[in-house]
């Protein structure tokens, strides 16, 4: 079963710290909570980014930090590299935020971590976070609060809009996962079912979807499969997006009937999973359930 949970106790890399985004969201990271332990430089230039010690690859981080998570923000063409270094190192939990990512590399990284039995989540996502604990990437402060939806999402900004209202309305979340935009990632929807089934701090679930693929259709058979019995609530992004044109991600491309909003919406309505065409509506509909 992939674990996602990280907690404010687990020691965690930068790879790529001494990058402009890389020294942000290490410091932002860090002020939410997260427990930054090291950044990986292979140039090194400092000893330290702000205040964090630097070291030039990620076995000898691991070697003198103890780390078990890594952020890695470095550009496309690195990821692959940036992934097989922190396994060959022994990390068990890596975010990629990187965009863009060649899909043979991510064939490669996704192969690689599997066999380490390691957690991948992405690429291309804002990251994910245990509000109130840690956040491994880029998820606004604002929209996060401890509480017991479990969230999954394909887009960054549209969840971040979504946790932020549901947030104001004083619901929280227990997990975050950012799983990402492209057609290759390395967790999908279906993959964490068993994992927020099994949470006993998640007592409902959110998927914010979009068009393209059939990472929806699948994640409702996983419901199905594993007799699901807590709240589910989708909003799915690209309802009027025209055939054959990509929106916004790699992954949001329909032909025909494959990947389109009406061919998700009746998966998970068979489900018995809600589908809701608004992020008003959205709220309203999670917010009637739960409080």
Request: proline share 5%; net charge neutral; with cysteine.
């Amino acid at each position: 079963m992939i674990n996602p949970r990280v907690d404010r106790a687990t020691p965690v890399i930068v790879q790529g710290i001494s990058g402009r985004a890389g020294r942000l969201h290490s410091r932002l990271m860090r002020e939410y909570g997260t427990n930054i332990v090291g950044g990986v430089s292979p140039k090194m230039e400092a000893r330290e980014v702000n205040g964090i010690p630097l070291f030039p690859d990620c076995r000898s981080a691991v070697e003198a930090t103890g780390a078990t998570a890594s952020v890695a923000l470095v550009g496309a063409m690195q990821l692959l590299g940036a992934i097989s270094e922190a396994v060959a190192a022994g990390i068990r939990h890596i975010v990629t935020p990187t965009e863009g990512a060649p899909v043979h590399d991510a064939l490669k990284a996704r192969h690689l971590v599997r066999e380490a039995g390691a957690v991948w989540i992405g690429a291309s996502t804002p990251g994910m976070a245990v509000p109130g604990e840690a956040k491994l990437g880029f998820l606004p402060d604002d929209s996060l609060k401890p509480g017991t939806l479990g969230i999954m999402s394909k887009s960054g900004t549209l969840s971040y809009e979504a946790g932020y209202r549901l947030v104001r309305k004083g619901i929280g979340q227990s997990v975050w996962v950012g799983v990402g935009g492209d057609p290759v990632k390395g967790t999908r929807f279906a993959d964490l079912v068993p994992f927020f089934a099994a949470d006993g701090r998640t007592a409902a679930l959110l998927i914010i979807g979009e068009i393209g693929g059939h990472e929806e259709e699948d994640f409702a058979a996983a419901l199905t499969a594993h007799r699901f019995e807590k709240p589910v609530f989708a909003l799915i992004a690209g309802r009027t997006a025209p055939e054959g044109i990509a929106m916004g991600h790699a992954g949001a491309l329909t032909h025909g009937s494959h990947g389109t909003f009406e061919s998700k919406r009746a998966a998970l309505a068979a489900a018995g999973v809600p589908v809701f065409s608004s992020l008003g509506e959205m709220v309203e509909g999670v917010c009637g359930r739960l409080r």
